[in-house]
């Protein structure tokens, strides 16, 4: 078994230095994972590194077109089928992979993961110890996230799992999975209490809680941090500890017992703004 990496050269804010398409070979058959963005270039990169070994299968990670696009141009090409979750923007898969689905690839078999919250149709792949994980898990860089609650639980997933190597859909292959996945985690549950914070101390927009979180963060990310933060919002008003309230934004809620407490109880509140 061997991996290899071909950087597509689509380096930028969201993808890092590039995205990573993976060519792995069991026994002289290759599959391809993640071809990328339809790009001439890196389409003959792919097709040369591949030679005349036969090509089972184009496999996606999920339906980013940082990741999917050139999947069906190229297997085409190659004579193989496409496989990923679902079908996306520019990606109609032939075969689809569900939780647990395999791709056969020389004697092996890589194995479909369902990990929603990147988006919704992300796959990682997974062959024994490593563990191919698209945007789920990028190079030590955080994830973008549209689901926080599916994200924690994809990760908590993964985290007991045994594996010993992890290729990312960007930046550099992980050697300690264990260690990575738990910054993940608790990046995240950082995240999630400093945007509570914030809710709590007054923001009431999505905007004034990116302005508050985010303040050491380029301007030009802000547009993606606001994503993350609506994210990270809804899953806090899923959890009760947040409302919306209509106009009036959002808001922490008053605990019950904290509303009717005792009159004379004069102890510290939250600043609650205005
Ligand atoms: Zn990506």
Known sequence: MRVERILAPNPGPFTGPGTNTYLLDVGGEVVVIDPGPVESTHRRAIVEAVGDRRTAAVVVTHTHPDHAPLANPLARELGCPTFGYGPGPDFDPDELLTDGAVVAVGDAELVAVHTPGHSEDHLCLRLGEILFTGDHIMGGSSVMVD?????????QRLQEMELSRLYPGHGPE???????ISWYLAHRRQREEEILAAVTSGARTVGQVVEVVYADVDRSLWPLAARSVRAHLRKLAADGEIRYGGEEGWEAPVAPNEARGPAGDSGPRANRGP
């Open 147 to 155: 689901d926080v609650g599916a994200y924690l639980r994809s990760l």
């Open 174 to 180: 992980i050697d300690r999975p264990r260690e990575v």
